[in-house]
């Protein structure tokens, strides 16, 4: 069963599943394949860092999959979209923080959000955009589809991308950046060379076989190398 989700720019779709529900990131969406490379590697860092992110599961379309949706639009779509997507588990009941609910988040869970933003160069947590829910009165992190935007232009990476500096100025949580600046080293001392690969493990060769490198190893490698070359410079800050 498969139901529309009105509120998101990415055309997620809710996957029912005898395993339960999943907000699901289609392949065939405008965002395409690197979004949903860019969600697990952030997911699988953000919860390196100690933060909630929705469980994350491969979601199998067949080409005929039946719609609850009467819409041409997401048909094209669902047609689009055969093989795997990425599904997140749905949390039933959550809802976007009020202001007052996202001032008495603690500095150090604030500090965490800002340096995993800057370290996967994320623009897309603003007041605005949130992209954080509350579920069992905890915050939990979503939609990191925009991140990584380095992937779109794997041509004009150099060794010294990695450390350009990010404007994190329209952030959710600018208004608490001397928090990141007090918490920033030991956030990127936590950080393992391991951790970094293992994120970037988990994606499905599936993903990687559209970056366009001769093989999902090579793709992964260079992920790898951008993301550890990048919490380098942040260390060094
Ligand atoms: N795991 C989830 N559980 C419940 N609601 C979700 C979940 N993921 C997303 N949503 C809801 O769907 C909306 C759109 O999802 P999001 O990941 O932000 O996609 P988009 O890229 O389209 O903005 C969110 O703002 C939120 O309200
Ligand atoms: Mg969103």
Same mark, same amino acid.
Request: charged share 25%.
């Given at each position: 069963?498969? +139901?529309?989700?009105?509120?998101?720019?990415?055309?997620?779709?809710?996957?029912a599943?005898?395993?339960?529900?999943?907000?699901?990131?289609?392949?065939?969406?405008?965002?395409?394949?690197?979004?949903?490379?860019?969600?697990?590697?952030?997911?699988?860092?953000a %919860?390196?860092?100690?933060? $909630?992110?929705? %469980?994350?599961?491969?979601?199998?379309?067949?080409?005929?999959?039946?719609?609850?949706?009467?819409?041409?639009?997401?048909?094209?779509?669902?047609?689009?979209?055969?093989?795997?997507?990425?599904?997140?588990?749905?949390?039933d009941?959550?809802?976007?923080?009020?202001?007052?609910?996202?001032?008495a988040? @603690?500095?150090?869970?604030? /500090?965490?959000?800002?340096?995993? @933003? %800057?370290?996967?160069?994320?623009? @897309?947590?603003? &007041?605005?955009?949130?992209?954080?829910?509350?579920?069992?009165?905890?915050?939990?992190?979503?939609?990191?589809?925009? /991140?990584? &935007?380095?992937?779109?232009?794997?041509?004009?990476?150099?060794?010294?991308? &990695?450390?350009?500096?990010?404007?994190?100025?329209?952030?959710?949580?600018?208004?608490?950046?001397?928090?990141?600046?007090?918490?920033r $080293?030991?956030?990127?001392?936590?950080?393992?060379?391991?951790?970094?690969? +293992?994120?970037? /493990?988990?994606?499905?060769?599936?993903?990687?076989?559209?970056?366009?490198?001769?093989s999902?190893?090579?793709?992964? $490698? /260079?992920?790898?190398?951008?993301?550890w070359?990048?919490? %380098?410079?942040?260390?060094?800050?």
């Amino acid at each position: 069963m498969l +139901q529309r989700l009105r509120s998101g720019s990415s055309s997620p779709v809710v996957v029912a599943t005898k395993g339960g529900r999943f907000v699901t990131k289609l392949r065939g969406s405008g965002q395409g394949v690197l979004s949903l490379i860019a969600e697990i590697i952030v997911a699988e860092i953000a %919860e390196h860092l100690g933060l $909630a992110v929705p %469980e994350r599961v491969l979601i199998e379309l067949p080409s005929d999959v039946e719609s609850d949706d009467e819409n041409d639009e997401l048909a094209d779509l669902l047609r689009f979209s055969a093989g795997t997507n990425l599904g997140f588990r749905w949390l039933d009941d959550a809802r976007t923080p009020r202001p007052e609910e996202l001032r008495a988040l @603690d500095d150090e869970f604030v /500090a965490r959000v800002l340096f995993l @933003d %800057e370290l996967v160069t994320n623009l @897309d947590r603003s &007041p605005q955009n949130p992209n954080l829910l509350f579920w069992k009165r905890q915050p939990w992190l979503i939609d990191h589809g925009a /991140a990584l &935007p380095f992937h779109h232009h794997w041509d004009l990476v150099d060794h010294d991308t &990695p450390g350009d500096p990010m404007d994190l100025s329209g952030h959710l949580f600018a208004d608490r950046l001397p928090s990141l600046d007090r918490h920033r $080293a030991p956030l990127a001392a936590s950080l393992t060379r391991d951790a970094i690969e +293992q994120a970037t /493990a988990t994606v499905p060769d599936a993903f990687y076989s559209a970056v366009g490198t001769d093989s999902a190893l090579r793709a992964r $490698a /260079a992920y790898a190398a951008f993301l550890w070359l990048r919490l %380098e410079a942040l260390r060094g800050q």
